[in-house]
């Protein structure tokens, strides 16, 4: 058994739901799916306290961008918190229709660019695409006068 | 719509038009002040130096219709007017990606060293006629309408004829 | 000033060989080249802008508009994926958990993909140059033009 | 082996010889570092070029000789496979005489080692040798041979820069010789006038000031329709024509039936741009001729050529900086190889057979009684021979005929039908599947000889690595036959034979190991010593008896198979940047094949809508001969009513016709009827 009781609390209203600690987690403890349009994020039962695995290493509270994560001591007796998941709703690309990140994430890039680049709130705007459609959007604009040039 | 319009055989490479413009988007508008200031007024003209013909060419931006850059720019940084298609930058907007640059068959879109962004011809919106041209002494650069430019050569030309007839007459 | 990578696109010839010349140097091809509509060919990669949004929005210290522009530290890297979904050109990538981008061949005089490119395409130079370059080639056939109007004449008939 | 790291190096691939350096780290193949100082490719490398390493580094590489057995391949010593080798030839030889013997040569592999093989061919007492440039090149040695006196290209690829008119017919250089790009770029910067002519739309057709899609088969006519117009419109070089060639006459008789507007009805080409084309090619100060298999592979391929050369000749394009005729070939050492005789009707350095002087001076020179008087079989004679079994024991050295030949299916009914196959290569390709015996052979990268590009460059390679195994070079493998079938050979390595082809082959007198190993090799022809070569040919005469270049008319013959109500597509194949050519070593490249995977097959969307077809369908085509599955590829690259399919993939060549060029004996590989229908 670990000396320390501290667990690991994940923030609901902070996560934005981007995987940086399932990466983090270098015992892989903390996984995610996507179905459809949902992406969950799983943290185990107890992780911390009670888990056999974490070493407390604390690498997935320093991973996230939002500090959502948390090292606490529980309020009294160790209660046995059940398998922690949050779920997150997807935005589809606007161009292909693939789920590709959740509407936190993008609200959250969005944000931070229009503090450096004031951008207009909506409508016509890469974040609303997928990155591979962003590559295509971006290619097809830059031979479009060259297409034109060849079809003369 | 009136366009800046080159003539290179008339064209000395005085380099009027580059400092001309430089002046106008400066803050002082003003030259000998316009030097002084930080920074540094840029000019969004390129007199282009031949030098296998020892002539000089103005550059500026064509305003192209559905012109690249403004297809590129991720931003909308470069933006083009529907109706005068004259294309302007705002550099707030401005990521300094220079796919603009990289498109421009004229390479007039430049960049401002301090900002980190484009820099281009907007046809001097508070002037009726652009510094550039106001500025060039043999009227290489004038700003008038495609078809009007036409009706200009032909005068000329006729003249040139007809003063080639009087030589001949005397 | 920092350079990036550019591509005359009237002379690509979609031989991708800018990818597999970057795939070999880097394990991963940092650019893509795709042909549009069977008439162009346009290779993307980092455009290293000057106000680099993966920048922007990266939480950590990783990626950072410095003196000699974009720098990356792959270390700081904790894999968010912000940059992806900030980056305008899909070019930032996820591999391996962290983030990986063009850094232009590192150690190497031109980056590989500038090197090997067949139809000299593309090029690897300061924004600043890009539009000098241009402008002078495009003088001097505005000049040969008016040198000789009638430019596929230049023999006589015998 | 000299240690040299980076080592300079030649890629293997197609014909430009491009340079560039190997990286070595414990004796691997570890890097490629570019050769910006190289007069070719300028540090440049295509696709290929650039992945060459996985090739070196393929565990696939054949390391031992196999021996075929009733329980599969068995790993032999190398003393064993000669011996039986040399066994079944000798075997043939004495039950069936010589001409029951089969050589075919590789223009993969060097000058000294094509030499050695048809010399060892020879000295046997058959003139069956031959090599692949049977099935890309054959008719520009027959059709530049008649015309100019000699079938090479007449001017380097840098020319290219300074020609003011550049007219490219059959060619897709951006594709399959890309750094001709660069060049042909150069000369835009400069202004010059840039004309494809392609059934197909290109990443070539886009460098193009004028591009004509013409109806697959119809070159000559467009051909003779240009030189109409050249001719009634006065654009004639009247003083060329007069002091430098022989037959105006005829041809102007024979041009006057080729009107813009027949001619356009025929190649499906509008006459404005017929006469357009003639007009920028015959007014340009310098204009060159590039084409390639899109003008050799048809059964009027020498007639194709031809008409390439009369129409440079009456503009008197030809014989200066810029203008010239530039047949780009295909494989690295094609043009090394046909000098070197691994040619059925050619002794080295294109003596004809037959020609009783021709083969006096071989014998001399090789101290043979008597060498064979009849013209040998061609490649693709010798498959149908052996499918008779005329042929009873091949040797083929780094070729894969399955795929690179016609009617796939008829080569391996061949194949089964020897009594003995022998094949050296660097991987068990198709062909080598069929073999009795297979020797491991090695790489580019792993032996020194010369190699002869395209623009007739002979440079030297040096090794940079050891072969895998128990690989041995061709030229070492080749020296230990010799012994074992009693051959005297005296030499000791490629610097030593080489020695002797200059003595064989005129153009190559002044060549040797040292002279080669400087400054990018030498441009043939090199007659002597003191010669620094030749970059461009025919500057004051033509290598013809009286110096004048021959004006042959020709006329437009439609292709051997036209598509009709039972095959209603018209079938062509060729290549693509990603592959090269049969495959066996592009199609070992991972991140080749992550790009291209699997045999496509472009046809226009309108005949797709019709068919109900869509992108990435399976479909299956069939021919007269056979049927290849495809994914459909729907593109408006080919024109309606037409299909493409790259060769690089077995199953192409299942549907291709083996109707040949009279002759150059060369297939028709870009014309066949076809049907489709999803899978």
């Known amino acids: ?152 | ?170 | 000033m920092p350079k990036a990578v550019y591509a005359d696109l009237s002379r690509c010839i979609a031989c991708h060989a800018c990818e597999l010349a970057c795939e070999r140097e880097n394990e991963n091809s940092r650019i893509s080249l795709q042909v549009v509509r069977d008439l162009a060919a346009v290779p993307v990669s980092c455009r290293q802008c000057e106000t680099p949004l993966c920048a922007v929005v990266c939480p950590g210290e990783a990626l950072n508009y410095g003196d000699s522009g974009l720098e990356y530290d792959s270390e700081k890297c904790t894999g968010c994926r912000l940059c992806v979904l900030a980056c305008p050109f899909g070019t930032a990538e996820l591999r391996a958990g962290v983030m990986e981008r063009c850094d232009l061949c590192q150690g190497k005089e031109t980056p590989a993909c500038v090197a090997t490119c067949p139809a000299g395409a593309l090029f690897c130079a300061e924004a600043e140059s890009i539009g000098g370059n241009i402008r002078a080639r495009r003088a001097e056939r505005i000049k040969k033009a008016l040198a000789s109007p009638a430019s596929a004449g230049r023999r006589v008939n015998r | ?679």
């Open chain 4, 1 to 679: 082996m000299e240690e040299k790291n980076p080592q300079p190096t030649i890629c293997p691939y197609c014909s430009l010889g491009c340079g560039f350096y190997l990286k070595l780290e414990a004796g691997k193949a570890a890097g490629i570092r570019y050769m910006p100082e190289h007069p070719v490719n300028e540090g440049s490398l295509c696709p290929k070029g650039n992945t060459v390493l996985e090739v070196l580094n393929h565990p696939d590489r054949l390391k031992y000789p196999l021996k075929k057995t009733e329980t599969g391949w068995e790993r032999i010593e190398w003393e064993e496979a000669l011996d039986l080798a040399a066994a079944k030839l000798k075997g043939s030889l004495e039950e069936y005489g010589p001409d029951s013997l089969a050589f075919l040569g590789s223009a993969k592999c060097s000058n000294e080692e094509n030499y050695i093989f048809q010399k060892i061919a020879r000295l046997l007492g058959t003139n069956n040798v031959d090599n692949c440039a049977r099935l890309c090149h054959a008719s520009t040695l027959t059709g530049l041979g008649k015309t100019l006196g000699t079938g090479a290209m007449t001017n380097p690829i840098s020319d290219l820069a300074c020609s003011e008119c550049i007219f490219v017919i059959g060619s897709n250089f951006a594709e399959n010789h890309p750094a001709v790009s660069r060049r042909v770029l150069e000369a835009k910067e400069k202004g010059a006038f840039v004309i494809v002519a392609d059934p197909r739309m290109t990443p070539t057709s886009w460098l193009a000031d004028l591009s004509l899609r013409l109806v697959p088969g119809t070159d000559v006519a467009l051909l003779n329709g240009m030189m109409h117009v050249i001719v009634s419109e006065g654009l004639v070089d009247r003083e060329f024509a007069r002091e430098r060639t022989k037959g105006f006459a005829e041809l102007e008789n024979v041009l006057q039936r080729y009107d813009p507007e027949t001619v356009s009805r025929i190649t499906g080409i509008p006459s404005a741009e017929i006469i357009k084309a003639a007009r920028a090619y015959a007014r340009a100060g310098t204009a060159a001729i590039v084409y390639s298999m899109g003008i050799t592979q048809h059964i009027s391929g020498t007639d194709n050529v031809t008409a390439c050369a009369d129409l440079a000749l009456i503009c008197g394009h030809i014989g200066k900086k810029g203008a010239g005729i530039l047949p780009l070939r295909g494989q690295n050492n094609v043009q090394g190889a046909c000098d070197m005789g691994a040619l059925s009707e050619f002794f080295p350095g294109y003596g004809k057979v037959g020609d009783p002087e021709a083969a006096g001076r071989m014998q001399a020179l090789w101290g043979a009684k008597k060498l064979p008087e009849s013209p040998g079989l061609t490649a693709t004679e010798i498959v149908g021979a052996a499918g008779k079994g005329k042929i009873k024991t091949l040797y083929v050295m780094g070729e894969d005929l399955v795929n690179s030949h016609p009617d796939s299916s008829r080569v391996k009914q061949a194949l089964e039908n020897l009594d003995f196959l022998v094949v050296q290569d660097i991987f068990m390709n198709d062909t080598a599947e069929y073999a009795d015996l297979v020797l491991p052979a090695a790489s580019f990268a792993e032996k020194e000889g010369s190699f002869t590009s395209t623009e007739r460059r002979v440079q030297w390679l040096e090794p940079a690595l050891m072969p895998p195994g128990e690989a041995r070079a061709d030229l070492e493998i080749l020296f230990r036959l010799a012994e074992k079938l009693g051959l005297d050979f005296p030499y000791r390595d490629a610097g030593e034979v080489l020695e002797e082809i200059s003595a064989a082959v005129p153009a190559y007198g002044g060549i040797a190991k040292e002279r080669l190993k400087k400054d990018f090799g030498l441009i043939w022809p090199c007659p002597d010593a003191g010669h620094t070569g030749t970059p461009v040919l025919h500057t004051d005469s033509f290598m013809t008896p009286d110096g004048l270049a021959r004006l042959v008319p020709v006329e437009h013959r439609s292709p051997a198979e036209t598509p009709g109500p039972d095959y209603p597509f018209l079938l062509t194949t060729g290549r693509t940047v990603l592959h090269y050519n049969a495959g066996s070593m592009s199609r070992r490249c991972k991140s080749l094949l992550k790009r291209e995977a699997e045999l496509y097959v472009e046809i226009h969307p309108a005949d797709a809508r019709t068919m109900e077809i869509r992108e990435g369908n399976k479909l299956v085509l069939e021919s007269r001969r056979g049927s290849t599955k495809a994914t459909a590829r729907l593109t408006e690259r080919v024109s309606p009513g037409v299909l493409f399919l790259p060769f690089h993939f077995p199953g192409t060549n299942v549907l291709t016709a083996d109707a040949l060029d009279r002759e150059a004996k060369i297939p028709e590989f870009k014309v066949s009827a076809c049907r489709i229908r999803r899978g």
């Open chain 2, 1 to 170: 719509m009136k366009e800046v319009m080159v003539r290179p055989e008339r064209c000395m490479g005085c380099r009027s038009c580059e400092i001309a413009c430089a002046v106008e988007h400066s803050e002082s508008k003003d030259l000998f002040a316009a030097v002084m200031e930080k920074p540094t007024p840029q000019k969004r003209i390129y007199v282009e130096y031949v030098p296998e013909y020892n002539a000089a060419i103005p550059m500026t931006c064509r305003h192209c219709e559905e012109a690249p850059c403004t297809t590129v720019c991720p931003t909308k940084a470069l933006k083009q007017d529907e109706i005068t298609r004259v294309v302007t930058h705002n550099s707030d907007l401005c990521i300094g990606c220079w796919t603009c640059s990289m498109v421009c068959n004229y390479g007039v879109i430049g960049r401002q060293k301090e900002a980190r962004v484009a820099v281009k011809c907007n046809l001097c919106p508070n002037r009726d006629i652009p510094a550039c041209v106001e500025a060039c002494p043999t009227n290489a650069l004038v700003f008038i309408e495609v078809k009007k430019l036409a009706g200009v050569k032909r005068t000329e030309a006729a003249l040139k004829l007809a003063r080639g007839m009087q030589g001949k007459a005397l």
């Open chain 1, 1 to 152: 058994m670990k000396e320390s009781t501290r667990m690991l609390v994940p923030e609901e209203e902070k996560c934005i739901g981007c995987r940086a600690c399932t990466s983090a987690c270098p015992e892989k403890l903390i996984t995610f799916s996507e179905e459809g349009n949902m992406r969950s994020i799983s943290f185990p039962a107890n992780c911390g306290t009670g888990c056999e695995l974490c070493e407390l290493c604390e690498l997935c509270a320093l991973a996230c961008p939002e500090n959502a994560i948390s090292f606490i001591f529980p309020e009294g007796e160790s209660e046995n918190v059940e398998k922690q998941t949050l779920d997150f709703e997807l935005v589809s690309c606007q161009k292909c229709g693939t789920p590709f990140a959740t509407i936190r994430e993008l609200e959250k890039v969005r944000t931070a660019i229009s503090e450096k680049v004031p951008l207009p709130p909506k409508g016509d705007f890469w974040v609303e695409l997928c990155p591979g459609c962003r590559q295509e959007v971006f290619r097809e604009r830059q031979a479009e006068a060259l297409i034109r040039e060849r079809t003369v």
